[in-house]
């Protein structure tokens, strides 16, 4: 069933429909988080996946501008280099070292170079069945990234090879190539658009799913090292807290005691006068005083009234605003 007036297959337009919500979503969310790469990434791989589909979907049609020849020429050529985005793709979002010669070389010299033999030849010949002969070069070339892929998913796991993660993209990478390496038979032999838009789309969609989900999993990690992080630094700061008031008590302490020594020199204090005043600076009672200082209590009332007498005050508040209490500039 075609798009009336087109030759739009409806499940191309249905993909190309999906893809278009996608890429929304992808450029929003590029915009939100400038710093993804990964997120620039796979809009170009849907938005490759839209401008095959639209091309492979409507050309050639003798109701739009351009010649035959023209027409079918772009039509085969978002049909090279969308495979060529795969190489790219799996070497940066999915780490396989081993995918760097396809995804830097490989790609130019076994799909870009023989594409642009198959234009010359079709336009020369004007003949497309014999330049899809050429078609045999990229179904080799993809059958040795198969090949490539299954080594570079082998040595990114290495001993864990066996595990359900290593598994899961050793399948999901396979199937969404195999589609591609299937996409020249299935152009050759004209099985038809309906089926060329199914294999490779779910093809491609398996991988940006694989991708995606591994994406989030990454995501949840770090926002779980966040809330992590932040509960350290909340305690962090409430111990930093507790340790800027024991250390300004010290100081205060200090500074209170330096202030007591230098009033017993003004005032002429005896030591053990000085003690007291100390001690009573620090809030502590006669009696705390006396059990402190080993002393009677009535010792302790003699030494405080020689202390008034000597500092010049009546009583205790006159005596902490004169001798103990460091002045505020």
Known sequence: MLIAGTQMHIITFLFVCIEMVILSYLVIYRLARPDDKKAYQNIILIFLLIVYNITGGLLPDENLPGSFEVQESIAYATGFITPCYFPYYVYHAFNLEK?????YKGVFIFLVTPYIVFVVLFVSSGDLESAKNLLIIPTLYALAVIITLFKAVRHKYK???????AKEEMTVS??????????PLIDYFNIGQAVEATT?????LLLFALQLKQHIAKVRAEHHRLIESEEKLLGWNEKLRAEVEKRTREIERLTAEERILEGSRQFQLTNR????????????SYKQIAESLFIAER??????QN??????????????????IVPVD
């Open 99 to 103: 995918m760097k010669f396809h995804a």
């Open 159 to 165: 001993s864990s090879f066996s595990t359900r993660a």
């Open 174 to 183: 396979f199937l969404s190539l195999t589609p591609w390496v299937c996409l």
């Open 200 to 204: 490779t789309n779910t093809g491609f």
């Open 273 to 284: 006068e000085r003690e007291i005043a100390s001690l009573i600076c620090q809030g502590n």
């Open 299 to 304: 010792t302790v009332t003699k030494h405080v």
């Open 307 to 324: 202390i008034f007498d000597k500092v010049k005050v009546s009583n205790k508040l006159e005596l902490l605003n004169k001798l103990c």
